[in-house]
């Protein structure tokens, strides 16, 4: 993501916003979001229109204590604006990177540091590292933050030997190993959270907590039409429809997020991987790997994540787990809820690990 | 020239996220070289310095594009030919014929005059009047366009002419990801595929992925989306395109750009489906205004979307002669962002308030 779009201001100028309130929409190259306020005040400048697009890292707005001075407003801006440099953003910013683990590679991309325990984003079926998008920034201003590929997937081996859940689970475990990471906060999402899980149950020393947005694992049912649609389609407007079944907002489906899939598939393998691990994975029709019982008998932290619209995997399967572990549903939120309500999601995730 | 580098076989592959339309191209060829030990490429100074003493590889082709293969690959693979462009793709169409997967290079476009035969009258018509019995999976890769002051015979951009030709495939990247997936798809293709890589666009960077993939010929790429009109543009126009773009959005008038990749076998529906939301038609290409692929989409648009058009077809190309040598006429004579600015407003109205 090397910048972003405002498109729409929600408030005004002077207008006091509350932390939370929506603020501005944001259009990037892979989806477009609303954006919330990280703090309270008054929006005192808008200092990028609607309909300009910047680079990451850009000041767009200002928000400040009703009584600050305007002339401290804007030497506050024009300080920001004479030292910005786009070039140093965007070498700030990271980028992908690949790794050898024992059968193949893992691509993934770091941003954070320091000594707390870091966090490890695990994506879905059909999806990359991409899918924390809206995440991965806001975890890592407090430790390292680790979002990978999974095999068969976005920048990783595209062996279609790595099949199930086992296969998979051991790919990551490796990543883990080949970068040294012996405790990590485990994060994934739909089948990456299947895949969470597996790890966190043959290997709980790993884990120092888990969560799971909207798992795979929990339960038989899934919408196997939707993971065949994902493996089969090649045309743009087939898979931008496909898309919108991850969504409640099916308005969310840009045309970067659509080509972002298709073009992932179209490296060599890769649909061989995906149709592999479908079979592998959800066999005719229904998850293989139901991990209740171990997920229930874990010896650590657990949150489980589910918007309530989601059309992918029944937020029903979050039901009758022990009160131990945490259940947020999300409302008007489908599948893809880290994207859908990344600011509520930010929020559960930084508070779940931070206590940990 | 790049300083893009690109590991020997063997060694796991680590290289930035971002490379230059030449590295994605080298890249490309590189890949699908290791793969399939059929493909060979032939052109003039692909390599340099064949038969003679010193220095091998001096130049990797006049762009620096095949800059390395004949390292990995030796001269069986990686040809250096006689300055005669009948010869190189007439050899390079008989030994696709008879089981290679030839990669040809013809250094200028403006060149293509001395292989006319062999791209009208020979390879597009083999499978059809040998009634299948014959194919031929040639890659010919060629430069076109102007900009860097060389000239009326080395500027031309003649992928109109070619796209007039059943037969023949013509492919025209516009950037480094779609540089090396085309040529990829290209290469894997059995019938003849005539390459066009814009000379402006060599050290445009982008993000590409290490491991090769293939962008199907025949799909449109969409750039921007918007509502007020349809811009379709080709090859270096597309970024020409994608600022008048982004100008016209400051006023407040948003405008979809397609790009189609590949002029034959081209995305009709994509442009169709387009113009039937916009109502509003400009087609951008450096190419001169006669019986180009300009007019091609325009006579499209106008039998197919015609109800949906609520203003006239405009082109916005170069004019009906050859590119100057002076500087400041070879820039009048281009499409400009400003040019397709103007075209957009005339066609759109006065400017709205966003």
Not at chain 1, 165 to 178: G, H, M, R, T
Request: aromatic share 6%.
């Amino acid at each position: 993501m090397k910048e972003g779009l405002i498109s729409k201001w929600h408030l005004n100028e002077g207008d006091t916003v509350n932390q939370g309130d929506e603020l501005v929409d944001i259009e990037t190259e892979k989806v477009a979001n609303v954006y919330e306020s990280p703090h309270s005040g008054v929006l005192k400048r808008k200092v990028v229109p609607e309909g300009r697009s910047v680079p990451i890292g850009s000041l767009f707005g200002v928000i400040a204590s009703k009584d600050t001075a305007d002339a401290e407003i804007e030497a506050y801006v024009e300080q920001f604006e004479s030292t910005f440099s786009v070039a140093d953003a965007e070498e700030g910013g990271a980028i992908p990177e690949v790794v050898d683990v024992p059968g193949g590679y893992i691509r993934f991309l770091k941003q954070g540091q320091g000594a707390a325990v870091p966090a490890v984003l695990i994506h879905g079926f059909g999806a990359d590292l991409n899918s924390w998008l809206l995440n991965q920034a806001a975890l890592a201003d407090s430790r390292p933050v680790y979002a990978i590929d999974l095999p068969g997937h976005g920048g990783s081996v595209k062996d279609p030997r790595i099949a199930t859940l086992e296969d998979i689970a051991q790919a990551v475990i490796a990543f883990l190993e080949a970068k040294s990471l012996s405790s990590v906060h485990l994060i994934g999402h739909s089948l990456g959270g299947a895949v969470a899980a597996k790890i966190a149950a043959e290997r709980p020393a790993l884990v120092k907590s888990l969560t799971l947005i909207a798992p795979a694992g929990l339960g038989k049912e899934i919408n196997f039409s939707f993971i065949r649609a994902l493996v089969d389609i090649d045309r743009r407007k087939d898979m931008a429809t496909a898309l919108e079944t991850l969504f409640y907002n099916p308005a969310l489906v840009s045309r970067d997020m659509t080509m972002g899939v298709l073009n992932a598939k179209r490296i060599d393998g890769a649909v061989t991987c995906l149709r592999a691990i479908a079979t592998g994975c959800f066999g005719s029709g229904e998850q293989k790997s139901i991990l209740r019982d171990q997920i229930s008998q874990l010896p650590l932290p657990v949150q489980v994540i589910w918007g309530q619209s989601d059309r992918v995997i029944p937020p029903q399967h979050a039901q009758e787990l022990p009160g131990k572990i945490r259940v947020h549903p999300v409302e008007h939120a489908g599948h893809a809820v880290q994207l859908e309500k990344a600011g509520e999601i930010n929020r559960l995730l930084s508070h779940f690990i931070d206590q940990g | 020239m790049s300083t893009n580098v690109m590991q020997p076989e063997g060694s796991r592959p680590r290289r930035k996220t971002r490379i230059s339309y030449r590295a994605a191209l080298g890249e490309a060829l590189a890949q699908e070289m290791s793969r399939d030990p059929t493909i060979v490429v032939m052109g003039e100074d692909i390599a340099g310095g064949m038969g003679a003493p010193g220095v091998q590889d001096t130049w990797g082709g006049a762009f620096g594009v095949t800059k390395g293969l004949l390292g990995r690959f030796g001269r069986d693979r990686v040809m250096d030919t006689p300055l005669q462009e009948s010869a190189i793709i007439g050899a390079a169409i008989g030994a696709a014929s008879n089981g290679l997967r030839p990669v040809a290079e013809l250094m200028f476009n403006n060149f293509i005059g001395v292989c006319m035969d062999q791209l009208m009258n020979q390879a597009p018509k083999f499978r059809y009047m040998f009634g299948g019995k014959l194919t031929t999976p040639v890659t010919i890769r060629t430069v076109y366009g102007a900009g860097i002051r060389v000239a009326a015979q080395h500027s031309s951009a003649y992928h109109s002419i070619l796209t007039h030709i059943p037969g023949l495939k013509v492919v025209m990247p516009s950037s480094a990801y779609d540089a090396k997936g085309l040529l990829i798809a290209s290469i894997r293709d059995d019938d003849p595929v005539v390459f066009f890589e814009h000379i402006g666009l060599f050290d445009k960077e982008g993000d590409v992925p290490e491991e090769p993939y293939a962008i199907p010929l025949g799909e449109a790429n969409v750039v921007r989306e918007g509502g007020d009109v349809t811009i379709v543009a080709f090859g270096r126009m597309v970024d020409v395109s994608v600022a008048a773009a982004d100008s016209l959005r400051t006023s407040g008038i948003s405008c979809t750009v397609i790009d189609p990749r590949t002029t034959s076998p081209l995305d009709e529906d994509t442009i169709l489906e387009s113009v039937a939301e916009t109502g509003r038609l400009v087609v951008v290409d450096e190419g001169n205004p006669r019986c180009g692929i300009a007019t091609d989409i325009s006579a499209l648009v106008a039998d197919r979307a015609f109800d949906s058009l609520t203003a006239p077809i405009k082109m916005v190309t170069a004019p009906h002669c050859h590119v100057p040598f002076a500087p400041v006429l070879e820039d009048a004579y281009l499409p400009s962002a400003e040019k397709v600015e103007a075209a957009v407003r005339s066609i759109v109205g006065a400017a709205r308030a966003p």
